[in-house]
């Protein structure tokens, strides 16, 4: 699976961004997919996952409640939805793709492949 992450770019503190995750190959449907990001100087951190069937979601409780994944199995697209932003969720972003059914893994590890990153810069 090849990943490519867009949607990236400068928004002011309280405004919204939408995330695109587009994957190749026919086995998409099959693989739980994850957000990542990473602030400059900091490791990288667990975001959002879902499930291969799109009915189950995770979430890190610093973003909860304002930003939400979703996919499109149809499309190979997996979506991150991003509103409220704050400065602190300035970072570059990645996308990640894992095999099995634990939709919940916020362990970095543990997913098989990666998007090559989109950077996200709030402005306060």
């Known amino acids: 699976v090849q990943l490519q992450a867009s949607g990236g770019g400068l928004v002011q503190a309280g405004g919204s961004l939408r995330l695109s995750c587009a994957a190749s190959g026919r086995t998409f449907s099959t693989y739980v997919m994850g957000w990542f990001r990473q602030a400059p100087g900091k490791e990288r951190e667990y975001v959002a996952s879902?499930?291969?069937?799109?009915?189950?979601?995770y979430y890190a409780d610093s973003v909860k409640g304002r930003f939400t994944i979703s996919r499109d199995n149809a499309e190979n697209l997996a979506y991150l939805q991003m509103n409220s932003l704050r400065p602190e969720d300035t970072a570059i972003y990645y996308c990640?793709?894992?095999?099995?059914?634990?939709?919940?893994?916020?362990?970095?590890?543990?997913?098989?492949?990666w998007g090559q990153g989109t950077l996200v810069t709030v402005s306060s």
């Open positions: 879902i499930k291969w069937s799109g009915d189950m979601t």
């Open positions: 990640a793709a894992k095999r099995g059914a634990y939709y919940s893994d916020y362990d970095a590890a543990s997913y098989d492949y």
